[in-house]
């Protein structure tokens, strides 16, 4: 059974930083593009950054862009969002993805963690 496990979630004030990770139990990681999705209190679920398999593409929503770095560790089965310059309307569930094909889309991905939450205070 495949599991993406998030990790790394917390409580921060405006201004801080964070980093989540998630390690996925995919036997064929590399083979996987991997994104990162938030879904804030009383909103649809959201794209954030997305990754290409071997770590050479990357792409951002424009609210998080120059704020946020997606990247993976092929080895470690692990795929991290480095969260910066953090403002209230970050505070979200943030959750990794899994997918076969590079995609913004949420129904084109194959395999979801359970989630972390992110709170950031002002």
């Known amino acids: 059974q495949v599991q993406l496990v998030e990790s790394g979630g917390g409580l921060v004030q405006a201004g801080g930083s964070l980093r989540l990770s998630c390690v996925a139990s995919l036997r064929t990681f590399s083979r996987y593009h991997m994104a990162w999705f938030r879904q804030a209190p009383g909103k649809e679920r959201e794209f954030a950054a997305a990754?290409?398999?071997?770590?050479?593409?990357?792409y951002y929503a424009d609210s998080v862009k120059g704020r946020f770095t997606i990247s993976r560790d092929n080895a470690k089965n692990t795929v991290y969002l480095q969260m910066n310059s953090l403002k209230p309307e970050d505070t979200a569930i943030y959750y990794c993805?899994?997918?076969?094909?590079?995609?913004?889309?949420?129904?084109?991905?194959?395999?979801w963690g359970q989630g972390t939450q992110v709170t950031v205070s002002s």
């Open positions: 993805a899994a997918s076969r094909s590079p995609t913004r889309r949420q129904g084109d991905y194959d395999y």
């Open positions: 990754i290409s398999w071997d770590g050479g593409t990357a």
